[in-house]
């Protein structure tokens, strides 16, 4: 086992039901100066890291990670998962959205980028964008 699975066990574990997080525990896994990118947005400082899931909590009825699979080395992992989560402006549905996190480490986290689908997280929940763009997934995939 890498000497430091223990630091992706920590995060993992953070991250499972993130909506009942302790948001001041994010210091315990990032260093200061963690660099964090989404499809999104992109962060250069724990202080606006821990302002963007203060915000995306405070929206979301739930949210919660399932782990499919990782690969770690000495410096880096990558964590494939399922995120489940309800958001009141989306129907307050459960949505599912696979992604991968990509983390460089040190003794805590010092980057962080996650990769999904934008459109099965936002735009395709939506009622006329969602129905344009499972037309237009469904027009390339023939």
Not at 115 to 121: E, I, N, P, Q, V
Request: proline fraction near 2%.
């Amino acid at each position: 086992m890498i000497a430091d699975a223990s630091l992706i066990e920590r995060f993992k574990t953070y991250f499972r039901v993130l909506h009942e997080a302790d948001l001041s525990r994010l210091r315990e896994i990032y260093r200061e100066q963690v660099v964090f990118r989404d499809p999104v947005h992109e962060m250069r400082r724990l202080v606006q890291l821990e302002d963007y899931f203060t915000s995306l909590c405070s929206d979301l009825s739930e949210c919660r990670f399932e782990y499919l699979d990782e690969m770690i080395s000495e410096r880096s992992a990558y964590l494939k998962w399922v995120m489940h989560f309800k958001h009141p402006k989306l129907g307050n549905r459960l949505i599912s959205v696979r992604g991968v996190s990509h983390l460089k480490f040190g003794e805590k986290i010092e980057y962080h980028e996650d990769f999904y689908d934008m459109g099965a997280m936002l735009y395709e929940q939506l009622p006329v964008l969602g129905n344009v763009t499972r037309w237009l997934k469904l027009r390339l995939a023939s």
